[in-house]
C-alpha cells in the first residue's frame, strides 16, 4: 500500500516512471543495502540482442540474457533493487501470450514467451518474449495489474562477454545460473552434440571472454558415459562442500558440477549423477526454496509432474562407476525417500521462486501463476 | 577461416522454400540422430514448431509419437533448423519407449505447408557403432591452382560439422559437401598459391549417429574416452603450365 501511494504521488507532481522501465518506487522504510559490483566498464545503449534465450537475475538486481544468436551473454543492471510488495499482485494475469501481444500490439498467436523468472531483490515477474518470426526479442516485465511491460534495456547500462563457437552458425543458452561469485550459463550449438558450460567470475567486465568447458556425466539408467547431452535444466546450490550446479537433460539424470571445477578452465569438466528420474522422464525446470538442509529443490518434470528432492540426495560419491543407479520411481523404495512427489508443478515448463515459500508456474499453453510450494 | 558452404544438393527454390535436408543419403543407421532442414529465407519459429514436423512409419502406415526432442534449434539466421530424433530413444536403454527407428522400414520425415511443405524419405539400415577413421579417408590432390582439393570419408559425415573440419596452411576455404556428405570440396579465393601446402583436421567430425573419430556416441563406464586421430596430408601445389 505504501508504494502505491509513493508512485500514485510521483505521478501527480509529474515525475511518472519512463515508459518501459519497471516502476520502481524506494521503500524509504530501510536503508538501502550495501550492493556488490557485477559489472565493470559498463556500456549504454541499444546492445544489440539477436536473441533473448533464457534470462536470470543474479546479484543487486542484475539480469543475466542468454543471447545465443551473438554468442553472448548480456547483463543488465536493472536498479530493480528494492522489495515491491505489490509485485504479485498480477494474479489474474490470464493469458501472458495475450499480455506480451498487447505490449506489443500484435495477436497473441505471433508471440512466443521463452523464460520467466523472478528477482529476488524486488519480487518482480521477468519474462524474455519474441516474435515468431524472430524480427523482435525483449524483455517485459508482468506489472501488478497484471500487464506486460516492455523493460527499455536500452535504458539500462550493460555488459557484454562472448564465448567462443565452433560451427559459427550461432547457438543456443539453454540455461543460466548466478551463484557464489559466479555465473554458469549452459550452451548448445547446432549439432546439439556438445554438452558445454561457460563459467565466468563476478564481477564481469564489458568484453571479457567466457570459456567453455564440455561436460561428461555418468548417465546411470543405461550405464553409460554421456557426452552427446545438452543440458536444459539447471540450479544453483551451496552447502559445506562449496557452490555447485545441478544439471538436468533431455534424458532424466541430475548431475552436480562444482563451481571450483567448472571454474578451472578445464577443457572437460566431469559431473557426477547421484540421481536419475527414470526413462520417459525430462526436468523441466527447477527451482530452490530455502538454504542449506532445509532446502528444497524443486523440479518440474514430464510424464510425472512435479518433485521435492532434499539436497542430501546430491551429496555423493565421486566414483560413480561403482555406485548403483539411483532411479526415482515412487515405489516406495528407502533409497528413494529422499524425493517426495509435488503434484502443484503440473509439469510447468518454467519456475521461479517468488519468495520463501512460494512459486511461479508458467505453462505452455500461456498461464502464469503463483502457488504455494508443495510440501514435504 | 572464412569458409562459404556451397549448397548443390538441389535446384535454386523459391523464397520460404526448403532447400536441402541433411543427411541427403537416404538409408540411414537405426541410431542416426540429427536432421538439418534449409530453408531459402528466414523463417517463423511457432510456439507449436514440431506440431509442423512428422515422421511417418511407411511400413506400417503409422505415426511415430514422440520422435523428436522438441526444443527448435534455429541457426543465427534462422535459414537451418536442427531436428533432433528424441535421445531419449535412440540411446541404448534409456527407456523413452524404444527406438524411433526400425531396421528394414521405411520412413518420411515431413513438414507441413506452415513452414514449408515437405518431406524426406529414407529407409533405416543397422545400427553404426563404428568410429569414423580418418586412417581409411582418402584425397583427390589439386593438379592446378583452381583445382578443387578433395577428401573422401568411408561413411557419410555429418552436414553441420565438415564446413569447419579442416583447414590448408592459413588459407580461407571455401567448402562444398559431396553427395551424401561423403566428401568434402575445398577451394580457395584465387586459387592454391604454389609450394607445399598442409592439409589438416581441425576439429572434430561426426557420422550420422554422432560417433566421432576420437570417441563413440555411446560409451560403457570404464571405456577409453578419446584418443587423438589427425588427419594430415602434405602436397605441392604448382603455378599452371601454360
Known sequence: MHLRFTLFAALLIGCSPTQG???????????????????????????????????????????????????????????????????????????????????????????????????????????????????????????????????????????????????????????????????????????????????????????????????????????????????????????????????????????????????????????????????????????????????????????????????????????????????????????????????????????????????????????????????? | MSLLLSLFLLAPALAGEVVAIYPSTDVLPQNHLRFYVDFSERMPSPRDLFAHLSLVDETTGETVEGAFAETPIWNRARTRLTVLLHPGRQKTDVGFGGKVLEVGHAYTLRIDETLAATEKRFTVGPMDRIQPDPETWSTQLPEGPEDPLVVFFDEPLDASYLPYAFEVGDLPLDVALGHEERSVRLTTPGGWPAGELDLRRVETVEDLAANSPERAFERRAGTSVSKPMPFEVRFTSSLPTR
Open chain 1, 21 to 376: 522501465e519497471p516502476d520502481i518506487a524506494p521503500n524509504d522504510a530501510e536503508p538501502a543495502p550495501e550492493l556488490p559490483t557485477v559489472i565493470l566498464d559498463p556500456q549504454t545503449g541499444d546492445p544489440g540482442l539477436g536473441s533473448v534465450d533464457h534470462i536470470t537475475f543474479g546479484p543487486a538486481g542484475h539480469l543475466f540474457v542468454g543471447d545465443g544468436a551473438n554468442d553472448r551473454l548480456v547483463v543488465f543492471s536493472t536498479g530493480d533493487v528494492t522489495l515491491d510488495e505489490t509485485a504479485d499482485d498480477w494474479e489474474k494475469i490470464g493469458n501472458l501470450y495475450v499480455q506480451v501481444g498487447d505490449a506489443l500490439g500484435v495477436d497473441q498467436s505471433d508471440t512466443v514467451v521463452l523464460d520467466v523468472t523472478v528477482n529476488p531483490m524486488s519480487g518482480r515477474t521477468y519474462v524474455a518474449a519474441a516474435l515468431q518470426d524472430g524480427s523482435y526479442y525483449g524483455v517485459f516485465t508482468v506489472t501488478s495489474d497484471g500487464k506486460a511491460q516492455a523493460v527499455d534495456l536500452a535504458g539500462l547500462e550493460w555488459v557484454a562477454v562472448e564465448y567462443p563457437e565452433v560451427q559459427g552458425a550461432g547457438s543456443v543458452v539453454t540455461e543460466i545460473e548466478a551463484t557464489s561469485g559466479w555465473v554458469v550459463a549452459a550452451v548448445t550449438e547446432q549439432s546439439w552434440t556438445a554438452s558445454t558450460l561457460v563459467t565466468l567470475p563476478l564481477p564481469i567486465t564489458h568484453g571479457d571472454a567466457g570459456s567453455l568447458t564440455t561436460t561428461r556425466t555418468y548417465h546411470r539408467v543405461h550405464t553409460q558415459w554421456e557426452t552427446f547431452a545438452p543440458i536444459t535444466a539447471m540450479f544453483s546450490f551451496e552447502d559445506d562442500d562449496g557452490a555447485w550446479i545441478g544439471a538436468s537433460y533431455q534424458c532424466a539424470p541430475v548431475v552436480r558440477f562444482e563451481i571450483e571445477e567448472l571454474a578451472a578452465g578445464n577443457a572437460e569438466t566431469i559431473g557426477v549423477t547421484p540421481f536419475d528420474y527414470g526413462g520417459g522422464r525430462q526436468v523441466l525446470d527447477f527451482a530452490v526454496l530455502g538454504t542449506g538442509d532445509d532446502a528444497q529443490v524443486f523440479a518440474s518434470v514430464s510424464n510425472l509432474g512435479g518433485t521435492s528432492i532434499e539436497p542430501s540426495l546430491f551429496l555423493t560419491d565421486k566414483n560413480v562407476d561403482e555406485q548403483a543407479p539411483v532411479v526415482f520411481d515412487f515405489s516406495g523404495n528407502p533409497d528413494h525417500k529422499k524425493v517426495d512427489n509435488a503434484t502443484k508443478l503440473d509439469e510447468a515448463i518454467d519456475l521461479a521462486v517468488q519468495d520463501e515459500t512460494r512459486l511461479v508456474r508458467f505453462f505452455n499453453t500461456g498461464r502464469l501463476s503463483i502457488v504455494d510450494a508443495p510440501s514435504r
